[in-house]
């Protein structure tokens, strides 16, 4: 790998920008990702920045458990990001559809739509948690354009989903369960 | 002046090698500022350099016609007039410049804003007209009280000279007209109070809406540079006249600072205005500098 193209990969990592997205979620998910963006979590010392626009950002994170409605919404923004791009699941419900599993307004979980990168099990997941995730989108999206792989051979869940904060106390079932759905 | 100093002058001091780092070197100060006001850490130090390294390195959607051309063509524009805006400021003593070249760096610093009103209509997004037509109102208000503080000093002085203006003796009026412009500068930069055309939780990205990539890399070094070279106007008028040249861009470098920081810290300690209440500061509470100092250099004028 020559100077430039090292250059550019730290470049990546260091700084991910995220667009914000809504998929019919409870708006628990959403407060936890803002709260990741205060001062008391400070997620821009990553370099992280919330932009209002798909079309700047490198990672994708979208919250709830995927709507009938909120599918071709998700594809738009999707195909809007450009790439080199990352998707986070946040929380329990794109993962898993949750405790709404099986309901007949749900087209979920997310990864049956677009790859997901990340699964940020929790419901919500704290946000040192969500700021985490964030980071290892950031690592596999630098990875994955250093190498020039396809976006959809990289599915990788959080290797170790509550090690992210000793306080916290994520449900042990909805992680297992998205890392099974994701990696089968 | 001639050519070789022009270019060195373009190309090395104040241009673009100084302008560039100190564009990034900017806006991470911008960045930092308003981190430590909200008791936050803050961006590590090179952050706007990676995040333009990223940007050169994302792809851009396709762009056909006219329309396309145009939407990459105006980000370059902007860029390219930001840049030559900062070569003429007078920095280094007898650095040479010509008569007029006050006139030629006041287009050049609005033309960036010129290419952002255009750069969103043409994106044909709805947030990136309202976003334009915010920039142009806002411009047409701001603009009147910063070209007449400007003007005013440079009529006190019977020269449109940036050198000449540059030695001025500090005189009441020279800190009229200064305080006259640092008043225009948070809305030429588009920083709170005065930030309706990137208004992000209200318009998104306003005219950047549509940008991507490359494109808005070059925004965001034109936005660096719109930093660079607007401060620098405030120091070239503000700062006293040295003979040795490193102590000049060094004071340069350092009241430069200063506004940055000032700008910041008066942009994360107020929140957005509306615009009706921004066109109004501008044309009743702020004209009165302007029209004081335009006054005040017509007297100093006819008594000469």
Redesign the interface.
């Given at each position: 790998m020559n100077l430039w193209n090292k250059l550019m990969c730290h470049s990546r990592r260091c700084s991910p920008w995220i667009f914000h997205m809504n998929s019919g979620s409870c708006n628990g998910c959403d407060i936890e990702l803002v709260a990741s963006l205060t001062p008391r979590y400070d997620a821009e010392q990553l370099g992280v920045r919330l932009e209002g626009s798909p079309r700047h950002a490198d990672i994708l994170c979208i919250t709830g458990p995927v709507t009938r409605n909120a599918v071709g919404a998700i594809q738009t923004v999707y195909g809007q990001v450009c790439g080199p791009k990352a998707v986070v699941a946040i929380g329990s419900c794109p993962a898993t559809t949750n405790v709404f599993i099986d309901s007949r307004t749900l087209d979920g979980p997310l990864a049956k739509h677009i790859p997901v990168d990340v699964f940020v099990p929790g419901c919500p997941p704290r946000p040192d948690a969500i700021i985490q995730g964030i980071a290892k989108a950031a690592e596999i999206l630098a990875d994955r354009a250093a190498k020039r792989l396809p976006v959809e051979s990289v599915m990788v869940p959080l290797a170790e989903p509550n090690c992210a904060c000793e306080c916290a106390q994520p449900c042990k079932s909805a992680p297992t369960a998205a890392a099974s759905k994701a990696n089968p | 002046m001639n050519l070789i100093t022009a270019l060195a002058r373009f190309l090395i001091f104040p241009g673009l090698l100084f302008a560039i780092p100190a564009a990034w070197f900017f806006l991470w100060v911008e960045?930092k500022a308003v981190?430590l006001m909200?008791?936050?850490?803050?961006?590590?130090f090179?952050?706007p350099?990676?995040?333009f390294?990223?940007l050169?390195?994302?792809?851009?959607?396709p762009r056909t016609g006219i329309a396309g051309l145009l939407m990459r063509l105006w980000p370059l524009l902007a860029v390219s007039a930001a840049a030559g805006a900062v070569g003429l400021l007078p920095v280094l003593p007898s650095s040479g410049g010509f008569e007029g070249d006050l006139i030629l760096l006041l287009a050049l610093l609005e033309l960036p804003s010129m290419c952002i009103i255009a750069a969103g209509f043409s994106s044909r997004s709805i947030?990136g007209e309202i976003g334009s037509a915010r920039e142009a109102v806002l411009s047409v208000s701001y603009n009147v009280v910063f070209l007449l503080a400007i003007v005013s000093i440079a009529a006190s002085q019977h020269t449109f000279r940036l050198e000449a203006l540059a030695h001025l003796p500090a005189s009441p009026l020279q800190i009229l007209g200064v305080v006259a412009i640092l008043f225009c500068l948070p809305a030429k930069l588009h920083l709170n109070p005065f930030s309706l055309p990137n208004a992000?939780q209200e318009?998104?990205?306003g005219p950047?809406?549509?940008?991507?990539?490359p494109e808005?890399a070059m925004w965001e070094l034109s936005h660096g540079l719109e930093w660079v070279a607007a401060t620098g106007l405030v120091a070239t008028l503000a700062a006293p006249h040295f003979t040795t040249w490193w102590l000049a861009a060094l004071v340069f470098i350092a009241i430069s600072f200063g506004v940055v920081l000032l700008l910041s810290i008066v942009a994360s300690a107020t929140a957005r205005l509306q615009i009706d209440t921004t066109v109004r500061f501008y044309w009743q509470c702020t004209l009165i500098f302007a029209v004081l100092a335009i006054s005040s250099a017509l007297f100093m004028r006819f008594r000469s």
């Open positions: - | 960045r981190a909200q008791g936050r850490v803050g961006p590590p090179m952050q350099f990676f995040d390294i990223k050169l390195g994302k792809t851009t959607p947030f992000e318009i998104y990205s950047m809406t549509e940008y991507a990539g808005l």
